[in-house]
């Protein structure tokens, strides 16, 4: 059995449940653990489990007992005195580098990580299209004005993490720079025409200021569990410019334009050591920006 930790946000729960789907594809029994979203979680996510909201096919989740096998909750001195006697075949594998292939020849493990690569999902991204469907039919009614509007234009998705992504500094710092966006959006003006700039941020009015141009619209409405209309309008505009977030990855990824371009920055955060060739290669069909505008 195969048991996949859920954690992090809509972004990271979504991969978590796109390797679901990788491994029950590969015909293995699969399990998603989402303890740490329960109220009684010894380690409680801040964030809410929002896999729900989705219209996607339910994943099985694991049992107290089968989490059991992997995951030592007791608190009881005879219970772990028994597993350190006995010991276990069962392994706790946890994510120490950006690509893990080795996880597909393994049985009887329980996966701690993000899983965000996406040479993981290069062979099955058509069956994530089509089993991760959004709500379309409980937005709210100016998603749908914007849905609308979309299908009639070159619309390009901007997504901007301001906060401590901004900060030089800090972990995700100093990556999607004013540099990055403007090669971006060159980018695309070059090969799109009259590109329509949707752009979603954290600051809506740092952006409104930045990104006045008449060929722009900042969306600011979607709010709280209302956020993954956000990702909707992302995936359903011909092309993608992304921040080094998940979240509009996804947007990214579950676009179906099959003419797109998906824009993201070289790397994710500041602690990837990589080469350019092995970027190339686990991100295939995206196109690599750095943090000094540079494509690479």
Request: charged share 30%; with cysteine; proline share 3%.
């Amino acid at each position: 059995m195969i048991i996949i930790r859920v954690k992090g946000g809509l972004g990271n729960q979504l991969y978590q449940y796109a390797m679901y789907l990788v491994f029950k594809e590969m015909g293995r029994e699969v399990r998603l653990d989402i303890t740490d979203y329960l109220p009684d979680a010894r380690e409680p996510e801040k964030r809410e489990y929002e896999l729900l909201l989705f219209h996607l096919e339910p994943p099985v989740l694991a049992s107290k007992h089968e989490r059991s096998q992997f995951v030592d909750d007791s608190i009881k001195i005879t219970a772990r005195i028994r597993r350190k006697l006995f010991g276990s075949s069962s392994v706790i594998l946890k994510e120490t580098k950006d690509y893990m292939p080795e996880i597909f020849m393994k049985d009887n493990i329980y996966l701690d990580g993000f899983w965000n690569c996406d040479k993981y999902y290069q062979d099955v991204l058509e069956k994530l299209q089509e089993t991760i469907l959004f709500p379309e039919e409980i937005a709210p009614s100016k998603t749908k004005e914007i849905l609308e509007k979309i299908s009639t234009q070159n619309a390009v998705s901007i997504h901007i993490r301001r906060g401590d992504y901004v900060e030089k500094d800090s972990f995700y710092g100093n990556i999607c720079t004013d540099e990055y966006y403007d090669s971006a959006m060159k980018f695309i003006q070059e090969k799109t025409e009259n590109p329509y700039f949707y752009i979603f941020s954290d600051e809506p009015e740092y952006v409104k200021k930045k990104y006045s141009m008449g060929n722009c619209m900042i969306v600011d409405w979607n709010k709280n569990q209302n956020s993954l209309f956000d990702m909707l309008i992302m995936s359903k505009c011909k092309h993608n410019i992304c921040a080094n977030s998940t979240f509009s990855m996804w947007g990214a990824r579950l676009n179906q334009n099959q003419g797109k371009q998906c824009i993201r920055p070289l790397k994710h955060d500041n602690s990837q050591k990589f080469s350019l060739e092995y970027m190339h290669d686990t991100w295939k069909n995206w196109i690599l920006i750095d943090e000094f505008g540079t494509l690479v």
